[in-house]
């Protein structure tokens, strides 16, 4: 008998906060409410812009985090059947997205026909919306046609390369101590060089240091495990950030000492348990997906009526937020919830064998 997946408070509370910073730094970013309503809260403006966006590293560790959880919660790959998760997880991520992209487009093509920005994706080509199909435009170097396109890309090759090594790990003797070898050294190796190329940014590996911090606090978590392993990672880390600061790594690292620290002493379960955070953090990859779409109807709208007026702008952007949101719960509910297919068996039975634990 089945039963499901228990609560985690904590993680719903990360990803709640996390989903309104990115919401909030792309209206800062998109469209020309932000120019205009720039005297008015430069400041929050211009801090938004610039720092807001970092909030994505949350999501990525805690993807990492909940991948180990699902797939190897022992860190002891069990009979991994790689196609047919990756099948699974490409229909989670990509059936809602498609939806998404479907309705941006549309979004689009009425903005354009009221005002000309550069925010506004132009009418898009045949190969750019296969492309998106895919999950490939970012390797392929096509334009993003909504805000964020390139997160749930970067969420797919990640989650392909950790079922990759735990397929790899699952074929030796020793296959948990592979399994930690191989995301180590592949966590170093984004850490130390890949993370340091902006040219590998539309590539999992510029990712995977951020994403390996997750699946370790997770291992870290389990208690028939030493320490030390995710003790000597959180090090290699530090060292990584004294040779090049990046603020981004820095939250990551921050992250997974939360995740890690919380779920080991079973603090995860019980904290901060508010509704309105478990909503937010159970609508935010449906917000993720449905924002850009809003703020080009909300921005259109606010051009035609007041497009010199900073007070009617900033109530603009204000606007957007909260309508984004209302979006976010009717896309959850109509979409998301309907066409995500069930947990694939294998990874629902580890589940609960983790949650027996």
């Known amino acids: 008998m089945s039963h499901p997946a228990r609560?985690?408070?904590?993680?719903?509370?990360?990803?709640?906060?996390?989903?309104?910073?990115?919401?909030?730094?792309?209206?800062?970013?998109?469209?020309?409410?932000?120019?205009?309503?720039?005297?008015?809260?430069?400041?929050?403006?211009?801090?938004?812009?610039?720092?807001?966006?970092?909030?994505?590293?949350?999501?990525?560790?805690?993807?990492?985090?909940?991948?180990?959880r699902s797939l190897a919660p022992t860190a002891t790959p069990v009979s991994i059947k790689p196609i047919q998760l990756i099948w699974t997880r490409y229909c989670r991520l990509a059936l809602p997205f498609l939806i998404a992209i479907t309705l941006s487009i549309a979004c689009a093509a009425t903005?354009?026909?009221?005002?000309?920005?550069?925010?506004?994706?132009?009418?898009?080509?045949?190969?750019?919306?296969?492309?998106?199909?895919?999950?490939?435009?970012?390797?392929?170097?096509?334009?993003?046609?909504?805000?964020?396109?390139?997160?749930?890309a970067i969420d797919f090759q990640l989650f392909i390369l950790f079922v990759a090594m735990l397929w790899l790990a699952g074929k030796t003797r020793a296959s948990t101590r592979t399994a930690m070898a191989l995301i180590t050294v592949l966590a170093l190796a984004s850490l130390f060089y890949f993370n340091r190329q902006d040219s590998w940014d539309s590539w999992g590996l510029y990712f995977f240091g951020a994403y390996a911090l997750g699946v370790a606090a997770h291992w870290y978590a389990q208690r028939q495990h030493s320490p030390i392993w995710f003790a000597l990672l959180l090090g290699l880390v530090l060292y990584a950030l004294a040779l090049e600061f990046r603020p981004r790594i820095a939250i990551a690292l921050c992250t997974a000492l939360i995740l890690g620290v919380s779920a080991r002493y079973q603090?995860?379960?019980?904290?901060?348990?508010?509704?309105?955070?478990?909503?937010?953090?159970?609508?935010?990859?449906?917000?993720?997906?449905?924002?850009?779409?809003?703020?080009?109807?909300?921005?259109?709208?606010?051009?035609?009526?007041?497009?010199?007026?900073?007070?009617?702008?900033?109530?603009?952007?204000?606007?957007?937020?909260?309508?984004?949101?209302?979006?976010?719960?009717?896309?959850?509910?109509?979409?998301?919830?309907?066409?995500?297919?069930?947990?694939?068996?294998?990874?629902?039975?580890?589940?609960?064998?983790?949650?027996?634990?």
């Open 111 to 152: 903005a354009r026909l009221w005002m000309t920005h550069a925010s506004i994706p132009d009418a898009p080509a045949f190969w750019q919306v296969f492309s998106h199909a895919t999950l490939l435009h970012g390797l392929l170097g096509q334009e993003s046609l909504s805000a964020g396109a390139w997160y749930v």
């Open 267 to 357: 603090l995860m379960e019980k904290w901060p348990d508010f509704r309105l955070t478990a909503w937010l953090g159970k609508i935010s990859y449906s917000l993720f997906l449905i924002h850009f779409p809003v703020f080009m109807l909300v921005n259109t709208l606010v051009f035609r009526l007041a497009p010199n007026s900073p007070s009617l702008n900033l109530v603009g952007m204000i606007l957007a937020w909260l309508l984004s949101i209302a979006a976010g719960d009717l896309f959850y509910r109509l979409v998301e919830s309907r066409m995500n297919p069930p947990r694939h068996p294998q990874t629902r039975v580890l589940t609960e064998r983790a949650e027996a634990s």
């Open 7 to 68: 609560r985690m408070p904590l993680v719903d509370c990360l990803k709640a906060l996390a989903s309104q910073l990115i919401v909030l730094h792309h209206i800062a970013f998109y469209g020309p409410m932000s120019d205009v309503a720039y005297p008015l809260a430069s400041g929050s403006i211009d801090w938004l812009y610039e720092y807001a966006r970092m909030a994505v590293q949350v999501f990525l560790v805690i993807a990492g985090f909940l991948a180990a």
